[in-house]
Nanobody, 123 residues
Framework: QVQLVESGGGAVQAGGSLRLSCVASGSIFSINAMRWYRQASGKERELAAAITSGGSTNYADSVKGRFTISTDNAKTTVSLQMNSLKPEDTAVYYC?????????????????WGQGTQVTVSS
């Protein structure tokens, strides 16, 4: 009923920039928050950045000042602008959303994940 599709990953040299995007589609009534998680090889998944429907943002200390999370006016697309990339930013980046789904005037909360997009930063 809901799908998150990510794009924008790739390979870049240290100091470079990438912009990730995630589009939510389906029987969505509202989106309460959207997040970007990342998981480096051999490590646990960690929260990189989050944004609420009200526009409040939260960042991991390791990305503060370098990454910026934002949503579009419809709030169905979340982007992550990543600047001054470091080799330690190399990971698979996952989009996550807390949503309210609607179907036949019934509503239910749900959490959805994208398939992940690889970001590789070389030194």
């Amino acid at each position: 009923q809901v799908q998150l599709v990510e794009s924008g990953g790739g390979a870049v040299q240290a100091g470079g920039s990438l912009r990730l995007s995630c589009v939510a589609s389906g029987s969505i009534f509202s989106i309460n928050a959207m997040r970007w998680y990342r998981q480096a090889s051999g490590k646990e998944r960690e929260l990189a950045a989050a944004i609420t429907s009200g526009g409040s943002t939260n960042y991991a200390d390791s990305v503060k000042g370098r990454f910026t999370i934002s949503t579009d006016n419809a709030k169905t697309t979340v982007s992550l602008q990543m600047n001054s990339l470091k080799p330690e930013d190399t990971a698979v980046y996952y989009c996550n959303a807390d949503l309210v789904l609607s179907s036949n005037y019934r509503y239910r909360s749900a959490s959805a994940w994208g398939q992940g997009t690889q970001v590789t930063v070389s030194s």
